[in-house]
Nanobody, 124 residues
């Protein structure tokens, strides 16, 4: 079955960096697209960044120019987070969806598979 396992979360001071990883398994071939989401206490889960099969990417406005999503040939998804702010504090989730085209999506309703999450805490 499909499994997504995140790692790399932690505590960092404002302005610092973290790199999240997500190991993806269980998909046949490469017919899937990936994304990172986050959820802070009392808030809705929101899309942070997404990447399509052709490498196209999209980002939430709040993280543009600070976060970078990427994937490698070992089926690992990454999120490089720089210039972190206290408002980036949240549980971060890796998510996957079956896709055949080149579209990217930050809509959580389009994703069917989720990891368990990794906590990111940014202190001021």
């Amino acid at each position: 079955q499909v499994q997504l396992v995140e790692s790399g979360g932690g505590s960092v001071q404002s302005g610092g960096s973290l790199r999240l990883s997500c190991a993806v398994s269980g998909f046949t071939g490469s017919t899937y697209c990936l994304g990172w989401f986050r959820q802070a206490p009392g808030k809705e889960r929101e899309g942070v960044a997404a990447i399509a099969r052709d490498g196209s990417t999209t980002y939430a406005d709040s993280v543009k120019a600070r976060f970078t999503i990427s994937r490698d040939n070992t089926k690992t998804l990454y999120l490089q987070m720089n210039s972190l702010k206290p408002e980036d504090t949240a549980m971060y989730y890796c998510a996957a969806r079956v896709c055949y085209g080149s579209g990217v999506s930050l809509n959580k309703l389009n994703y069917h598979y989720w990891g368990q999450g990794t906590q990111v805490t940014v202190s001021s």
